[in-house]
């Protein structure tokens, strides 16, 4: 794939590029060595079209002096698009299915914490539609319940737009008109999340990679995430979740990702299709 007229991801090479990631790494732990190669080259190649240096060493120079380009970069990267409901029967089986579930066993144990973890969350669109499918399930009773809800990214300007909690119609595509102004005040061409759905989420700037996971889970939901990582990676992070899942919590993720080998017969299959599952052991 040609990224400019005559430099294109295939021209950085595994050794050139180490300085770059060194770099970034040492200036803000974020190992872009657990990502796949060819994704990272490419976000690379595209950022040297664009900021007019002409090779990798001009690029890698400009970056180490220039903050904002590091961010660019890592943005990315990262890839920070999500959307309200995004794959909506998925969501449809959260809220018949599992969220249903997890409320009937808290009341069955007389126990009334419920503990959530969006990691990944990108701009917030997630915890939000949690928090929103949770508001419903639990009408009338949610004052028995304390909700919380995790919602973490890698990337410090997703968590704060995810705070800011204020969206284009774009976000919306999942949601009809009448959920939209049940949830959210309209603001120009914006719409902000309402206190009362946003209260129960808590934010934080955490890698999946590198840092301690929030445990005693209920559902953990990290979807569109470990897919750009490498095969290693996965495994390690899985070991994190696999930790922080309570036993018979659930584990969702996206559409392209799946339960490494190793730790397939400690879940069983919700939805096959949608990657859910529930840790058995
Ligand atoms: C495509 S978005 C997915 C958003 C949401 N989960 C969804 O599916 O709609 C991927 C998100 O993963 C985040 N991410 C990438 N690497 C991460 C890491 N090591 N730790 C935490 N978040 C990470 C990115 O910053 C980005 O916001």
Redesign the pocket.
Known sequence: MKETNNFTYHDISDKDISLLIEYIKVKTTFDLN?YKMPCVKRCIARRIASTDTKDLRSYTSFVINNENELEKLLSLI??????FF?NKDAFEILRSGVLSEIIESKRNKNNNLIRIW?????TG??PYSISILLFELLAGIIDQFTVRIFA????KS?ISKAIEGSYITESFKEMDNTTIHRYFIQANSCYKVKDFIRKPVFYGV????NDPPISHLDLL?????LM?LKKESQSAVFKKFHYAINQGGYLYL?KAETLPREYETAFDTVDRSWKIYRKIK
């Open positions: 657990c990262t890839i920070e698009f999500s959307s995004r969006s990691a990944g969350c990108a669109e997630e973490t990214d890698v990337d997703s955490q890698d999946i990679i939901i990290c979807r569109n995430v750009y996206g």
